[in-house]
């Protein structure tokens, strides 16, 4: 079957690094998709990534391999408004979008 | 403010009611999505929508029915739905331009807090 991973939690300090993990398993892949979702808003859309490598946006990078079928979002210099939750998806074969179930981010002053 | 509108962003029913769900999108997009999103679980696209015809209907209990009108508004009906209906139905659009819907980034309303007694 269809599978994503990502982990449930994670907690991490203001100002720091952190990197959050996705690993699928999928039909087929046609790329990678993060969103953000503070809780009780809409997810928004963070980066896509198709190809090997990591891709930089501001604070925000995603890595993607797809020979080990992983990835990663790396938030950097954190701010308590990154507190959200993190969802990974991916695009199978057939262009049906695989979701995690997210990962809660807490970020503690 | 993504330019995906959502109404109403609570409701509580019961399970003999019938209500809908809307979503409008002002962003120009062609395609539009529902998503059930129950706690700790992943997304569950429901059903799509590009230029207004189904393109995808996910074994979705047929107490779910959904009408898209025109390419900027999408509803979701609602009847006869079970307790374990309740959760968080999203909308979502893309812009659909070269045919591929799949890789164009999706952008979400906030969401129907949908509760079943």
């Known amino acids: 079957g269809q599978n994503i991973d990502q982990p449930t939690e994670m907690t991490a300090t203001e100002g720091a690094i952190v990197q959050i993990n996705c690993t699928y398993q999928?039909?087929?892949?046609?790329?990678l998709f993060w969103y953000q979702q503070h809780a009780g808003e809409a997810p928004t859309f963070l980066s896509y990534n198709v190809l090997d490598g990591l891709e930089e946006k501001g604070r925000f990078s995603s890595f993607l391999s797809r020979s080990k079928g992983y990835s990663y979002l790396l938030l950097k210099e954190l701010q308590m408004k990154d507190s959200a939750s993190y969802l990974c998806?991916?695009?199978?074969?057939?262009?049906?979008?695989?979701w995690g179930a997210g990962t809660k981010l807490i970020i503690k002053p | 403010e993504t330019g995906v509108t959502q109404t109403p962003r609570h409701l509580v029913m019961g399970m003999t009611n019938k209500k809908s769900l809307k979503c409008e999108q002002h962003?120009?997009?062609?395609?539009m999505y529902w998503y059930k999103q129950s706690a700790k679980k992943p997304l569950e696209l429901m059903f799509v929508?590009?230029?207004?015809?189904?393109?995808e209907n996910n074994s979705v209990p047929s107490r779910f029915s959904p009408e898209c009108p025109n390419s900027s508004h999408l509803f979701l009906h609602l009847h006869t739905l079970q307790p374990e209906d309740s959760a968080l139905y999203l909308c979502?659009?893309?812009?659909?331009?070269?045919?591929?819907?799949?890789?164009?980034?999706?952008?979400f309303g906030p969401g129907t807090r949908l509760t079943v007694l």
């Open positions: 979502a659009s893309s812009q659909d331009a070269a045919g591929e819907i799949w890789t164009d980034t999706q952008y």
């Open positions: 999928t039909s087929g892949f046609n790329g």
């Open positions: 998806a991916a695009l199978d074969s057939n262009y049906q979008l695989i």
């Open positions: 962003l120009g997009h062609n395609a």
């Open positions: 929508y590009s230029l207004e015809e189904r393109v």
